[in-house]
């Protein structure tokens, strides 16, 4: 009598269709998946010898949350072989998508700015976790509405030099009547140094020659901000 081996499969499409990711997403809807799940989906197929889900399950309990993710780089990836770099590029890519989803939908609305904490809020999901300082401007119209949201100066770790003539002459393009400095200090030490000071004046004085406001200048750290408008510096 002959005897027939069945090769026992433990990848993702073996399993109830029920308890598959994409369907269980397509059936029950994104949020009643887990972050396990959701990076599965991203991820299509595991690497030989572990499914996506587990895959994704290493990946999660890795990081800790997708938060974290974000600001990584290839030397955080080395854990998890066979993850070339496709994969990685398309959580990545799926993380920023979420980071700027939120800023988009404010634009939409041209949302209007009260007070610092309205920046910081729109701003903070965005440079919290940076590894390197990013100096952003919001140029605003004359009802303190956003036009735009811009980078103006990319740094090292500890500095960032953005450039004063720029900026202004930026908000003149866009025609801005106002402007919100922002910028992060990756240390998460957010008392503002004698540069940070000394081009917050700079860009003052340049603004009252062009007729355009500087509202504020803020900087942002892990959680914490500080404003030089809240501070009656400007």
Same mark, same amino acid.
């Given at each position: ?150 980078? =103006? #100066?990319?740094?090292?770790?500890? %500095?960032?030099? /953005? ?6 002459? +930026?908000?003149?393009? $866009? *025609? =801005? #009547?106002?402007?919100?400095?922002? %910028?992060?200090? /990756? ?6 140094? +004698?540069?940070?000071? $000394? *081009? ?35």
């Amino acid at each position: 009598m002959n005897s027939t081996k069945v090769k026992k499969s433990n990848g993702i499409s073996s399993w109830p269709e029920d308890d598959r990711p994409r369907e269980k997403l397509l059936k029950n809807g994104a949020e009643a998946l887990s972050n396990s799940e959701l990076l599965a989906i991203l991820l299509r197929t595991g690497v030989r010898g572990t499914s996506a889900i587990d895959l994704a399950r290493q990946i999660v309990e890795k990081f800790g949350s997708f938060r974290n993710m974000i600001q990584t780089d290839a030397r955080d990836w080395k854990a998890f072989k066979g993850l070339g770099p496709a994969k990685i590029a398309q959580i990545q890519a799926a993380l920023e998508i979420g980071k700027r989803f939120r800023e988009v939908e404010i634009l939409k609305g041209r949302q209007k700015i009260s007070c610092s904490r309205d920046v910081v809020e729109i701003i903070m999901p965005q440079m919290r976790d940076l590894k390197t300082e990013v100096f952003k401007v919001i140029y605003l119209n004359s009802n303190n509405r956003i036009i735009q949201i811009s980078n =103006a #100066a990319t740094g090292t770790v500890n %500095h960032a030099m /953005p450039i004063v003539r720029e900026i202004v002459h +930026a908000a003149l393009q $866009k *025609f =801005a #009547a106002a402007i919100i400095c922002v %910028h992060n200090h /990756p240390s998460a030490n957010i008392t503002p140094s +004698a540069e940070d000071k $000394k *081009f917050t004046q700079e860009l003052i004085a340049a603004g009252k020659l062009m007729e355009i406001k500087v509202l504020d200048h803020i900087i942002v750290g892990d959680g914490a901000f500080y404003s030089f408008a809240e501070e009656g510096i400007i």
